[in-house]
């Protein structure tokens, strides 16, 4: 008799209780597509008729969203193509929380309409005094729109062509500047730019004058730009462009630009992101001069970039929470890194995985940092190891160096040492079979 006339019907797998709970979970046509791919299976030949059901309830998907989960062992600690920092427990917590009604834009004690997120504006505040106000977009090149639009429309910006930079995916800041309304107006050289070239390009025109800080590549050699202090003295607003969202200064980062630092400085408005190195979710931070930033928050275009409550709750707890991944991965113990890659390596080559523990370097990423590596340690495996470990049921995203896949664990919280290894076994499962 053929085996395939015992698959059983649509209708009657989707009887099992578990699959009834999943209907309500993720609705009915995430369902019943894993159970139509469970009954080909069958019909293939690869389960027997009677695991039909099982098999459709293995196959379900955790969420109907498309995007996964992955663990990144990359070593770049903020990987754009992994979304950049990943949110702390606080603030997915807040997130589950805001995802109902919410008191965004309501005073309770009162019942009549409040400032839009104003405990998250006033956590921004806190954490960085030198800032008389503050104001929140949805991403850090919208920060620089809004104040190019709102501050320089029809006038000129005044920046250095050293910083007139590329960032990924062909995202070039003068096209950003230029679709605003405003003009450019070129001063120094790639390597030297003085204050006197500043200077000499101010007029009536002169919107503000725009420091970026170069957070993908470095100029070395023969180099000059002119400070933030030295640029305030000119008497135009100055707008400091710092990308990574470094709130304070950082012992392991004494390059790197930080808010407090540049407006006590002297810079009139300070923009950022929110999900580089201050580990929270993806928003453009703006921090300054309280008539500049209350300007911003007036003009029309700070409507249609006004970040969602979701994001207000996640900025606050990343804000008032405990430390994030961000700063434990950027603080994490080298030797600390070593001992968990041995004792992986130790157990994975115990059930015949070629695994080797050896010293990694990571990197910051996020265009921010250029230059600073950071000891690491990292499981070696096979090259071909890392299709089979970005492709499996928890997706590993390592990189591929000197011949070998490399998982570094600078960025993997420890907790997630044990996923990691399961997923190594089943990608190594997976070469067996296919071999």
């Known amino acids: 008799m053929d085996t395939r006339r015992r698959i059983p019907r649509t209708d009657a797998v989707l009887r099992d209780p578990r699959l009834a709970e999943a209907v309500r979970r993720l609705g009915p046509e995430a369902v019943k597509s894993a159970v139509r791919r469970a009954q080909d299976s069958a019909r293939r030949g690869e389960v027997p008729p009677e695991d039909v059901t099982d098999t459709a309830v293995a196959l379900l998907p955790s969420t109907v969203g498309g995007l996964r989960p992955v663990i990144n062992a990359t070593g770049v600690l903020l990987h754009t193509n992994l979304g950049r920092a990943p949110l702390s427990r606080a603030a997915r917590s807040a997130v589950r929380e805001a995802a109902g009604p919410t008191d965004v834009e309501l005073d ?3 019942g009549v309409r409040a400032r839009r997120g ?10 960085v005094p030198a800032a008389r106000a503050v104001h929140v977009v949805n991403n850090g090149a919208a920060a620089l729109v809004l104040a190019a639009t709102a501050l320089a429309a029809g006038r000129e910006i005044v920046i250095s062509r050293g910083e007139m930079v590329e960032i990924g995916d062909g995202f070039r800041l003068p096209d950003l500047l230029v679709s605003t309304g405003a003009r450019l107006r070129e001063v120094g050289t790639t390597n030297r730019t003085s204050v006197a070239d500043y200077a000499d390009a101010l007029g009536p025109r002169t919107g503000f004058v725009l420091k970026v800080h170069p957070s993908n590549f470095r100029i070395t050699g023969f180099t000059r730009a002119a400070g933030t202090r030295e640029l305030a003295a000119l008497g135009v607003p100055v707008v400091v462009d710092i990308g990574s969202g470094l709130l304070a200064p950082h012992p392991l980062l004494p390059d790197e630009p930080d808010a407090e630092g540049q407006l006590r400085a002297g810079a009139s408005l300070v923009t950022a992101s929110g999900d580089k190195l201050l580990g929270g979710p993806q928003c453009g931070l703006l921090l300054g001069d309280d008539a500049l930033v209350r300007t911003l928050s007036r003009h029309p275009l700070a409507r249609a970039l006004r970040v969602d409550k979701l994001t207000l709750a996640a900025l606050e707890a990343t804000l008032t929470g405990p430390g994030t991944p961000t700063a434990d991965a950027l603080s994490a113990d ?3 890194l070593r001992h968990r890659a041995e ?5 994975l080559s115990a059930d015949g995985v070629d695994a080797r523990a050896v010293p990694s370097e990571a990197t910051v990423g996020g265009g921010g940092a250029p230059g600073v590596t950071l000891p690491s340690a990292a499981l070696s495996l096979p090259q071909t190891y890392a299709t089979a470990l970005r492709t499996g049921p928890t997706p590993v995203v390592g990189r591929l160096e000197g011949g070998r896949c490399l ?3 600078r960025a993997v919280p420890a907790e997630d040492d044990e996923r990691l290894a399961e997923a ?3 990608a190594s499962e997976g070469r067996a079979s296919c071999g």
């Open 334 to 336: 080298p030797a600390r």
């Open 118 to 127: 104003r405990t998250a504006l006033d956590a921004l505040g806190a954490r």
């Open 108 to 110: 309770l004690a009162t």
């Open 343 to 347: 004792r992986l390596a130790r157990a």
């Open 407 to 409: 998982l570094d664990l």
């Open 424 to 426: 190594v076994r089943a």
